[in-house]
């Protein structure tokens, strides 16, 4: 449940309500997208469910879904109109979440462009006798369905 402390200080709710402005460059019943104001690359654009959520988990599934969908309609008109070679869509739950409104970043990538410098890889290394992560989240997966 979200407080009214919480929704009305979100500054993301603030955008939908036109209190504050955003560059706009979708809107419809249920959601909104804009240019985020920090972009890691020209283009970067934010997706958001116009009703407050915190995190995409706390979205039911009729509404993410048209989210999602709209998420896939913007990310090809971002494509197109940035000439990028690629997209990547990027969710961050709590962690780093600057802002408290569940949000979609769609970010225009190119090769050789540097993103990963952002998202650093590394092989999995397994201590001796820990299990692999794999069978961990299956045996979750497992347990959420039960």
């Known amino acids: 449940m979200i ?9 993301f709710c603030k ?7 955003a560059d706009m460059v979708y809107e419809d019943d249920d ?8 972009p890691v690359f020209p283009g970067h654009t934010l997706v958001i469910p116009k ?15 048209k989210l999602f969908s709209d998420v896939k309609f913007i990310s090809r008109a971002v494509i197109k109109a940035t000439k990028s ?15 408290p409104h569940a949000h979609v970043h769609l970010i225009p990538r190119n090769y050789k462009d540097g993103f990963y410098k ?17 069978i961990t989240i299956k045996e979750e997966i497992e347990r959420l369905k039960s």
């Open 3 to 11: 407080s009214n402390w919480e929704k009305d200080g979100c500054v």
């Open 15 to 21: 955008i939908v309500s036109k209190e504050l402005t």
């Open 31 to 38: 959601v909104i997208a804009f240019l985020d104001k920090n």
């Open 51 to 65: 009703e407050h959520y915190k995190t995409l988990l706390d979205i039911p599934d009729p509404i993410i879904a």
């Open 85 to 99: 070679e690629g997209i990547v869509i990027l969710n961050n739950t709590i962690v780093s979440q600057s802002i």
């Open 118 to 134: 952002y998202l650093p890889r590394r092989r999995y290394h397994y201590k001796e006798g820990e299990q692999p992560i794999e």
